[in-house]
């Protein structure tokens, strides 16, 4: 299977290790970072289901 035939989140997480390879970010902020984004998008995603 090709990238462009990937789902979504597939293509999502190769631009995001792109990102963060090139930038040469140390892997421990990396981390700690994705957790901190990781909270934040599982809140909003519970408020949206408490919303339906």
């Known amino acids: 299977?090709?990238?462009n035939e990937a789902?979504?989140?597939v293509k999502l997480a190769?631009?995001?290790i792109e990102l963060l390879e090139v930038n040469q970010?140390?892997?421990e902020v990396v981390l700690s970072a994705?957790?901190?984004v990781t909270k934040?998008?599982?809140r909003?995603?519970?408020a949206e289901k408490?919303?339906?």
């Open 40 to 42: 934040d998008f599982e």
């Open 34 to 36: 994705l957790a901190m």
């Open 44 to 46: 909003k995603l519970a």
């Open 14 to 16: 190769v631009d995001l």
């Open 1 to 3: 299977m090709s990238l």
């Open 25 to 27: 970010l140390d892997p």
């Open 7 to 9: 789902p979504a989140d």
């Open 50 to 52: 408490r919303k339906e």
